[in-house]
């Protein structure tokens, strides 16, 4: 039976209930309870069940996270247990279950691709990311992105991760080999492709209705490998594109349709957006890492006059700060256009957020980028 967007916002909720029991420290009695949450609601196991991720109901209103209150209004939980053996491996089987995948992508990025689809009935993009073992980039977006449920972050339906295993891979060639050594790494095949009539055009031989049809496709352009890990992040999809290309559009500039004044307001609720959606994170206690217009996504709205509103996305570099420290030192870094002097030494903390939030303001109101045209190393002495 699909489900309809009002039944996944209530999974979420009896999810995230669920979830705060277990913060408290609930008896292994509810642990069994999950598990039968689990089984009558459909969920497979893409991660332990107080991480699942959250629905959105169909006006596109978040479900807000169950513990203490802040000052921002939303319910936020520290987040703490962000950690490998927290990732819990789904069979190649299941891996699909209730997801099917559109053939075009949305964007791709350093880390993966982006496609459309439905889960369960509801319209969502799917990033597909492939992880050498499971880097934390993907245990970062697989534990923090379901538990993040802020009206102005992007909502995670669910997560899922697989091992690539040959019996994987025969699951999406039809087993063409039956000779081949299960010892020797392997490279994921293409879609065979065939005529019609033996003359014209080819095309893949799967039926394109086939959930597995778009994965194997995707999973051969990432150059999937036995041995390798396939992520997948199921998100609402954010159709207005990201706020990089608004600011190439110039949406924050007075036009013929609104003066100064109407561009201003526009620009000041999409700023105040962004804020409220960063200090939901650092209000859990994480730092985004990676904060720019890129990673901002504009999603339809019909009650806004700018016909969209914001949603802070992709928590792949994101830090989950310890709870007696303001700040940590890490070797990763984001994009330097948006980093803050001390971030070059590799010190983060939320101070970092709010500096690359400024350098975004900055481009938003005057449509360029700080130290554009300056090469890296004139960049980073300049800060």
Known sequence: MVKKPAQLEADAR??????????????????????????????????????????????????????????????????????????????????????????????????GIVVPGTYRGVNCAVKIMLSRGLEKAAIREVLLSPRLVHPNTVLTYATRCAHLTHEFFDLLEGERDANRDPRLPRALEPVPLRSEDGFGDPTGLHDGSDPLFVL???????????????????????????????????????????????????????????????????????????????????????EDRRGFVVKVADFGLAHVLPITADSLFTDSWGSIAYMAPEAFGGKVSRATDVWAFGVVLWEMLTAQRPFAGCRQPHAVRSC
């Open 14 to 111: 009896a999810r995230l209930q669920e979830n705060e029991g277990s913060n408290r420290g609930l008896s292994e009695s509810n642990t069994q309870q999950d598990r039968t949450s689990d089984e009558r609601t459909g969920n497979l196991c893409p991660i332990r069940r107080s991480h699942e991720g959250a629905a959105a109901s169909a006006t596109g209103q978040a479900v807000p996270m169950a513990s203490s209150s802040v000052p921002n209004g939303i319910n936020a939980s520290r987040i703490q247990d962000v950690l490998p053996e927290n990732v819990t491996l789904c069979d190649a089987r299941n891996v699909m279950e209730g997801l099917c995948l559109q053939q075009r992508e949305l964007g791709r990025g350093t880390y």
């Open 216 to 302: 194997h496709q995707v999973l051969h352009t990432l150059g999937a490998e036995t041995g390798k890990t396939v992520v997948i992040i199921i998100q609402e999809h954010c159709d207005r594109g990201t706020l990089d290309n608004a600011i190439r559009r110039n949406i924050f500039r007075p036009t013929s349709q609104w003066g100064l004044r109407l561009a201003r307001r526009a620009l000041l609720r999409t700023a105040a957006e962004i804020a409220r959606g960063l200090l939901h994170l650092h209000d859990c206690g994480v730092v985004h890492g990676d904060f720019k217009p890129a990673n901002v996504l504009l999603n339809s709205s019909r």
